[in-house]
Nanobody, 115 residues
Framework: QVQLVESGGGLVQPGGSLRLSCAAS????????MGWYRQAPGKQRELVAM???????VYADSVKGRFTISRSNAKNTVYLQMNSLKPEDTAVYYC?????????WGQGTQVTVSS
C-alpha cells in the first residue's frame, strides 16, 4: 500500500496560480499511475489530470491548457500546477495512486478561488 499527503492548497484570486504537491510513502512510487481529482460541494468527484507510470498525461477538458501534472519519481511526489484559476476550480483536490485493480487516496487539500 501507499500513503499520500497533499499540500499546497489555499485561497487564490481568479487568474492566479497554485501548485499542489502529493508526497507518497510506504510503497514503490514509480510503478503507480498518479491522478488528481477534485470534488466541489454537492458534486461528484471528478478526474482532473492523470500521469501514468510511463509519463503520459490526460486532462479533463475543463482544465486543458491551464493545469499541468508532473511527477518526480526521485522525490516520490506528483504535482499539479494550476494557472489561470477560475472560481469554478474551487474544490477539495485529492491525490490518487492507482494500480491495475486497486487505488489509494490522499486526504485532500482545499483550493478556493475567490476575489
Amino acid at each position: 500500500q501507499v500513503q499520500l499527503v497533499e499540500s499546497g492548497g489555499g485561497l487564490v484570486q481568479p487568474g492566479g496560480s497554485l501548485r499542489l504537491s502529493c508526497a507518497a510513502s510506504g510503497s514503490i512510487f514509480s510503478i503507480y499511475h498518479m491522478g488528481w481529482y477534485r470534488q466541489a460541494p454537492g458534486k461528484q468527484r471528478e478526474l482532473v489530470a492523470m500521469i501514468t507510470s510511463g509519463g503520459s498525461t490526460v486532462y479533463a477538458d475543463s482544465v486543458k491548457g491551464r493545469f499541468t501534472i508532473s511527477r518526480s519519481n526521485a522525490k516520490n511526489t506528483v504535482y499539479l500546477q494550476m494557472n489561470s484559476l477560475k472560481p469554478e476550480d474551487t474544490a477539495v483536490y485529492y491525490c490518487k495512486a492507482v494500480a491495475t485493480t486497486s487505488g489509494y487516496w490522499g486526504q485532500g487539500t482545499q483550493v478556493t478561488v475567490s476575489s
